[in-house]
Structure formats: structure tokens, C-alpha cells
């Protein structure tokens, strides 16, 4: 009997989450796409059995031709009328066997990266002369009024905001990545400004797996192993994630039977993609729990699959965190640190798990080359982008850092009267150094004339050179950065 191998992949998943500034409708937007390929494709699952489902994509064996029909009219109507802005792509091979699965599979990817070139007609388009959305400038489907001003909603920000009204539902994820069953709803952050602690700034994280685009096709074609692999990925994502939380609460003395609102919050955490946003502080903390544990529960859970593919029985993971004030417009934030993620895989060589982080200045919106060319270019051969930092021992004979040697050189330089004398001579140092060499190395001089041994150690690891592809790099204006966002008190609690 002929069976039918169905396809989906989902579409503007970042540009649905991320098409307002206000955390309430991230997060209801977040729980949407969470919903769209197990929760909405439930209706559908009949007759058959599942290979893959996950945020990004579903593979649905179907047992009869009208099932699969069902699906393909259906399914695309139910995610497109529950999170507008989301489109499908759909495709259908049949399989007369399951000996054929592994052929049946490539002719299914090539239909589905087919019709991913085919455009779709918007369901959100609108007439010029009506209201809108002043968020998207998408039409307004309704509007909300309060005492002092008045809100257009369109129909996406309208199902996201819904959801976080109920409450109920927009739970999911937030306990998702606590581990906590038991979270109460008042202690769950549902705005930017409720993360951001002592000094305004918060980091907007996103983390990626390595390597998943030269694994996945290699055990695409065997249904069982992808199934487990997939399956058992998302679980791995999500207990290092939990265990995260868990270590960044601990480290921002945070008060767990307290009832001021947790300082995480989830906006995406599936198969081996995670982003959130959290308060600047335990920003480090966090990823550095993440990317340790990713490595610990992919090598549990899915390590001989791995092993057999790579040689390496444990999956690696990068990360970029965006350090802005709670008032930037989050969707710039999360393509930084989407931007600093790709970049520490490509340094990497996507074989270590690392991190980039950069803080923004400016109020201002600018391409992070710009950043780069104004900020972390001093003159030419000189550089402050000193990332990536490496969880493990840094490569290339310590011309990279490792997490744990950033961190320990941002502390020694906290909280007390010898540290801020020496952030001052570091902060006059960077300001030389835009401006001559020269003066800098002048002035590097008389710092260490003056200064204590101790004090003479901290300014020169800061301001020493690591030479790279014939370019001079400096870990002074990260160490400085974190510094700022992590210890510095600007606004009473």
C-alpha cells in the first residue's frame, strides 16, 4: 500500500517575533510559534507516523491519500489565521516503502526549497487610507484604550497579545525554561523595563548549535534515527537551558521564594536554537552554564549518533549577546546578537563552543560594521574586537581568551578604589589611542610608573597586544564593557 512522506517549513518566524519592541507581545508571539508544529498539527495526525517536528519544520508519514490532502488544504489556513505574518511551505512525495525513505527524503527537500522560492501573498496587506498599527504600520484590527493614550492593534500583535492576556498559555515556555511546573504568573517577566536591574542595561542572547547542517542530512534518510535524534536534541537544548536558569539566578543572588519578577525571560528555546533576554548582569553567567551543559547533555542524550558522523561525541554550540538599554528596539537587538553568533561560528571554525558580545553606545541604529569601523577601530592594524571567548582553552597559543579568564579580569577590577583608578587609565588609554598611538604608548608609560604591582598587572593585560593575521587586538574595551553592565549603578532599585 502506497504511503505519502508530507513536508512542511515554516516561514517568518523571526519577523512574526520580533515585529514589536514590547516584551508581552514577543513572548505571546513566541508561544504561537512554539504551537504551530505540535500543538496545530495534532488535528492532522491521523493514519500515520511522525518523523520530525519542530519549530522550523514537520516530516509526517501518512498512511492515505486523504489525510495527506486533508493536511496540505488545512494546515496552512490554521497557522496563517493564528499568527498572520507566518507563511507554510508544503510538499508531498510518495513512499512505497520504507526501504525508499531515504531517497523519498531528498526528493521531498528539494521539493520543499522549491516552493520556499515561490512568493506568498500577504494575508496582512491593507488600503492606504486605513488606521494602523503605529508598532508594524500593518492595518489595524482594533484598538486599545486607556486613560492615557490609545493603542492600534494589528491582527498578528492582536493573537500575541491575547495569549499573554489569558495567561495561561504564555506559561509554556517560561516554565519550559525554568523546570518549574509551579511558576507563578506575577513573578514572570512580561515587560523589557521589569529585567533591567541597577543600571538600565539588559542582554538580548541568542545561541545556535554547530554543525547541525552537516549531521542532519546524513541521518535524514534513516526515519527512526532522526526522529530520536531530533526528539532527543530539543530535550538537550532545553535541560541545559534549565540548568542555565538555574546557575545565572543562583549568581544574581535573586531570591527564588521571592515575589519580584525573575530576571530571564525565554523567547525561543527549540531543537538547537535558543534566544532570550535577561538582565545584563548574569548575561555571561548564563551562556557560560549554557554552552558547558549543551555540551554535556548533547554527548548523554545523542552522542554515539554524533560520534559516528563527526568523530566528536558531543555537539558544540556559539553565542552573541547584545548588551542595549531597555528602551533600544528589540528587533535591532536580537539581528546584532544574532550577527555576533555567526560571527564567533565562522572565528571558531564552528568546532568550539564560544561567545561575542558587544555593547551598544548610541542611540542610534547602525550596521554592526559601522559599530565595528567608529568603536573598535582605533587606527589601522589596531583593533578592540578581541572575541570570541572560548569556554574551554582558547586556540592558537592564547592569542584568543576563554570566558573564564574575561570574566576573571572584569572582577579584579570591581568594587574597589585601585580598580576604578585603573578603569580611569584605561578608559584615557582608549581615548589616546583613537587619537595617536603614540600618545597612548606615552601614556602607557606613565601609568605603569606610577601604579602599584598589582595595578601595573591589570592595566597591561588589558592594553597588551595579541597579534592575528597581522592586526593588533586589544581586550580593553570588552573588559571596560562588562565592567559597565555588569557593576555599574545608575537608578535605585
Known amino acids: 500500500m502506497n504511503k505519502y512522506l508530507y513536508g512542511a517549513s515554516v516561514q517568518g518566524i523571526q519577523g512574526f517575533i520580533f515585529s514589536t519592541n514590547k516584551l508581552k507581545d514577543i513572548v505571546g508571539a513566541s508561544e504561537l510559534v512554539e504551537q504551530i508544529c505540535t500543538d496545530f498539527f495534532k488535528d492532522f495526525e491521523k493514519n500515520g507516523l ?146 533591567a536591574d541597577k543600571n538600565n542595561w539588559v542582554a538580548i542572547i541568542h545561541v545556535d548549535g554547530n554543525g547541525l547542517g552537516d549531521i542532519i542530512p546524513k541521518i535524514g534518510t534513516d526515519r527512526e534515527k532522526l526522529n530520536h535524534f531530533s526528539v532527543n536534541l530539543d530535550k538537550a537544548t532545553t535541560e541545559a537551558a534549565q540548568t542555565a536558569y538555574k546557575d545565572a539566578i543562583a549568581s544574581s543572588h535573586y531570591n527564588p521564594m521571592s515575589t519580584s519578577v525573575v530576571p530571564i525571560r525565554a523567547i525561543v528555546l527549540n531543537g538547537d536554537d535558543h534566544t532570550l533576554i535577561c538582565n545584563a548582569g548574569i548575561a555571561i553567567d548564563y551562556v557560560k552554564s549554557f554552552l558547558k551543559n549543551f555540551e554535556l547533555k548533547t554527548k548523554e542524550r545523542i552522542g554515539t549518533i554524533i560520534k559516528g558522523i563527526t568523530g566528536k561525541d558531543y555537539l558544540t554550540a556559539c553565542a552573541g549577546i547584545a548588551f542595549v538599554k531597555s528602551s533600544y528596539p528589540f528587533h535591532y537587538g536580537y539581528d546584532l546578537a544574532e550577527r555576533l553568533c555567526g560571527i564567533a561560528k565562522n572565528e571558531s571554525g564552528r568546532n568550539h563552543s564560544c561567545l561575542m558580545f558587544y555593547k551598544v553606545q548610541s542611540g542610534f541604529i547602525e550596521d554592526y560594521k559601522e559599530m565595528v569601523k567608529k568603536e573598535l577601530t582605533p587606527s589601522e592594524n589596531h583593533s578592540f574586537k578581541f572575541g570570541p571567548y572560548y569556554l574551554n582553552s582558547a586556540p592558537q597559543n592564547g592569542k584568543y581568551w576563554t570566558i573564564d579568564a574575561l570574566l576573571e579580569n572584569v572582577e579584579t577590577m570591581s568594587g574597589t578604589k585601585k580598580g576604578n583608578a585603573t578603569k580611569s587609565d584605561i578608559r584615557q588609554w582608549l581615548t589616546m589611542m583613537h587619537r595617536d598611538t603614540g600618545e597612548a604608548k606615552q601614556w602607557e608609560k606613565r601609568v605603569t610608573s606610577i601604579s602599584t604591582e598589582e595595578q601595573k598587572d591589570w592595566f597591561n593585560k588589558a592594553t597588551k597586544a595579541v597579534e592575528r593575521d597581522h592586526i593588533n587586538f586589544y581586550p580593553a574595551y570588552d573588559i571596560l564593557s562588562l565592567v559597565d553592565v555588569i557593576h555599574k549603578v545608575t537608578k535605585k532599585k
Do not use: W
Not at 69 to 89: D, H, Q, R, Y
Not at 136 to 147: N, Q, R
Open 50 to 195: 511522525p518523523v520530525v517536528k519542530a519549530a522550523g519544520g514537520i516530516k509526517y508519514i501518512f498512511d492515505r491519500k486523504e489525510d495527506c490532502n486533508n493536511a496540505m488544504l488545512l494546515f496552512p489556513k490554521k497557522v496563517i489565521e493564528a499568527a498572520p505574518g507566518i507563511t507554510i511551505s508544503q510538499a508531498v512525495v510518495p513512499l512505497n516503502d520504507e526501504k525508499d525513505f531515504a531517497q523519498a527524503v531528498n526528493k521531498l527537500e528539494a521539493k520543499l526549497l522549491a516552493m520556499r522560492n515561490k512568493p506568498i501573498a500577504s494575508t496582512v496587506t491593507g488600503l492606504m487610507a486605513i488606521e494602523r498599527s503605529r508598532q508594524t504600520g500593518l492595518p489595524a484590527m482594533e484598538v486599545v484604550k486607556d486613560e492615557l493614550k490609545e493603542e492600534f492593534l494589528d491582527e498578528g500583535v492582536k493573537k500575541k497579545r491575547r495569549l499573554t492576556i489569558e495567561g495561561k498559555v504564555v506559561k509554556k515556555l517560561a516554565i519550559k525554561e525554568s523546570g518549574n511546573e509551579y511558576l507563578k504568573d506575577d513573578v514572570i517577566p512580561y515587560n523589557v523595563s521589569d529585567l
